[in-house]
């Protein structure tokens, strides 16, 4: 009979192990898509989920990210070989830095630290309508106010109608709705596109 | 009964970045840290607004605090969140599809906070076929 893996003690481990972290490929991936199909229904639907935690970042020491929640709740977290991290692209922790807003879901230890399965840094997914399109750049409005979104060449990708992203985003049209999930530049009203959902009407 | 088409997420509660300027939801509940949802059909109002029939979704009535359970197709992961909010805005993107491989979902009909998202997905996707059940 084969166990399932115990998320949690394996995380717990590749903490306390310090610098002899436990390889995620030991049991197989974890990356973000199999991490989550780990995870279960025990946290209660329509509760704050504690093993989830979000709010921009204030210190980093090592491997930990102290971060203040956009509800002042303070969390510390964890970030280990095991973590994946997102921030515009795959990334890793040297790209992190303090002011950065954060997404992170994990497994929270005995101490209340949540151990990062993933990060995601700075990401926005926002609802918009394009004002304009300049060169490499489309001014939007979300909610009613500016949002100056940046193509990044090699990255931005656009997906019309529900195609396949690519990079051409010469179909894009002043007036339409988008969603634009990309990363956000800290303090300002600036963000960096990653991929651009357009619609067909 | 189940319906089929795609989930993506969005923010609510407090909140950095582009997020800051959005509130507590239509239910006046919603936070981006807990395992919730936003649903086209919460009242007529809301109804009004994401217009989900515009597309051809039947999507059924039903209020803040209801259960739904939602299953990425591509990976068969599933989330229980409640109702607390109104949204997608699915008239926006009739027709649209997305895919993994041979599964694909058609037309939005339910956005997920990003707790919910990311247990059945990594943020980044941005949008999966997804069923959704009671």
């Not at chain 1, 300049?134 to 409005?141: C, E, P, T």
């Not at chain 2, 895919?99 to 919910?116: E, F």
Request: glycine fraction near 12%; charge should be neutral; hydrophobic fraction near 40%.
């Amino acid at each position: 009979m084969t166990h399932p893996i115990d998320r949690r003690r394996l995380l717990t481990a590749a903490v306390l192990g310090g610098a002899g972290v436990v390889g995620a490929t030991a049991f197989g991936s974890l990356a973000p898509e199999a991490a989550f199909a780990a995870d279960d229904l025990t946290a209660q639907a329509g509760l704050a989920d504690p093993n989830f935690a979000e709010g921009r970042i204030t210190g980093i020491t090592g491997g930990v990210l102290a971060v203040t929640g956009s509800d002042n709740v303070l969390h510390r977290i964890r970030v280990t070989d095991a973590t994946s991290i997102w921030k515009l692209r795959p990334t890793t922790l040297d790209r992190v830095a303090v002011g950065d807003g954060l997404y992170a879901r994990g497994a929270r230890l005995g101490d209340g630290t949540l151990a990062a399965d993933a990060v995601w840094v700075n990401i926005v997914n926002l609802h918009a309508h394009i004002r304009a399109i300049g060169r490499n750049v489309l001014s939007l409005d979300h909610r009613g106010q500016p949002i100056v979104a940046h193509v990044v060449p090699g990255v931005t990708a656009a997906s019309y109608n529900g195609t396949p992203a690519v990079a051409d985003l010469s179909l894009l049209r002043v007036g339409r709705h988008v969603q634009v999930l990309g990363a956000w530049h800290p303090d300002s009203n600036e963000i960096d596109i990653a991929t651009v959902y357009a619609a067909a009407n | 009964m189940a319906a089929y088409g795609e989930v993506s997420w969005f923010c609510c509660g407090s909140a950095w970045g582009p997020c800051g300027s959005t509130g507590h939801g239509a239910c006046g509940t919603c936070n981006s840290g807990s395992r919730q949802h936003a649903w086209p059909n919460a009242s007529d109002a809301c109804f009004s607004i994401t217009r989900p029939d515009r597309c051809g979704e039947s999507i059924t009535r039903r209020t803040c605090g209801f259960l739904h359970y939602t299953t990425n197709r591509c990976n068969g992961v599933r989330v229980a969140t409640r109702i607390a909010d109104c949204g997608p805005q699915t008239d926006l993107f009739c027709g649209e599809r997305v895919c993994c491989g041979s599964v694909c979902g058609t037309n939005r009909i339910i956005d997920l906070t990003p707790s919910a998202y990311s247990v059945i997905a990594s943020l980044s996707t941005g949008l999966r076929p997804a069923m959704v059940t009671v």
